[in-house]
């Protein structure tokens, strides 16, 4: 038996622009009270002010100092903390760390939204910025792990709420009304689990299933055999 693939590996948690750590308070204790070791930083400054490149340098440094080198972790970026997580696993070194990633509500291809501001950070949010066509242009990367990309089409921060879409990994659509209830609300959550308790794709694994999962949650939950499993695994 594989016990990579039974083992839980600490959670780093990646907060979004004018968040800070605290905004996974339910989300960490979630976590916690389900057995996972749970760790996040405060990305300084949190507003744009700086290039998102310069934030995943943050991150990186956290992981050199938190966790002996052999460790391997699991990695949740929230909306910007998706953006910033996934330049740190490709262009970093974090693809030899992380094991499991999931973004949550992340503007992969950009938000409309970003157009509201001029700080550098913000312009590498904005669609087809060269930041994210770089980051897009070997997104097959990802394959190398467990990817997954969760979101929900109402959201108002990441326009088209459809940019947290992404060619590689699997895709869960959880049907939340607001951005920052995606770190709150049950169903969320549930999902989040599921993935962090999903075992180690192997190679032949990934090879067999090229192509991006969908996996969407009913509002009520009843219908969906992926809601059903994790209610099994939780």
């Known amino acids: 038996m594989n016990t990579e693939n039974q083992q839980r ?118 669609p087809n910025s060269l930041f994210l066509k770089d980051l897009n242009s070997d997104a097959d990367m990802l394959r190398q792990l467990n990817f997954t990309s969760i979101w929900t089409p109402y959201d108002l921060m990441i326009v088209p709420a459809n940019s947290s879409q992404m060619p590689v990994g699997e895709e869960v659509v959880v049907p939340v009304s607001f951005h920052p209830w995606m770190l709150t609300d049950s169903k969320s959550l549930a999902v989040v689990t599921a993935a962090l308790a999903e075992r180690i794709q192997s190679g032949s694994d990934k090879a067999r299933s090229p192509q991006p999962r969908l996996k969407k949650l009913a509002h009520n939950g009843s219908s969906s055999p992926f809601l059903r499993r994790i209610k099994g695994d939780i």
């Open 9 to 126: 590996n600490p959670v780093l948690l990646i907060h979004g622009i004018d968040d800070t750590e605290a905004v996974f308070y339910k989300m960490r204790a979630y976590l916690i009270q389900r057995g996972w070791s749970v760790y996040s930083l405060n990305l300084v400054p949190n507003n744009g002010d700086v290039a998102l490149d310069e934030l995943a340098k943050q991150v990186a440094d956290y992981v050199t100092a938190s966790f002996a080198s052999e460790q391997r972790l699991d990695l949740v970026g929230f909306s910007m903390g998706g953006i910033v997580s996934r330049y740190y696993v490709q262009r970093l070194g974090g693809i030899n760390r992380v094991q499991r990633f999931i973004t949550i509500s992340s503007p992969h291809h950009g938000t409309v939204v970003a157009y509201a501001s001029q700080r550098p950070g913000c312009i590498q949010m904005r």
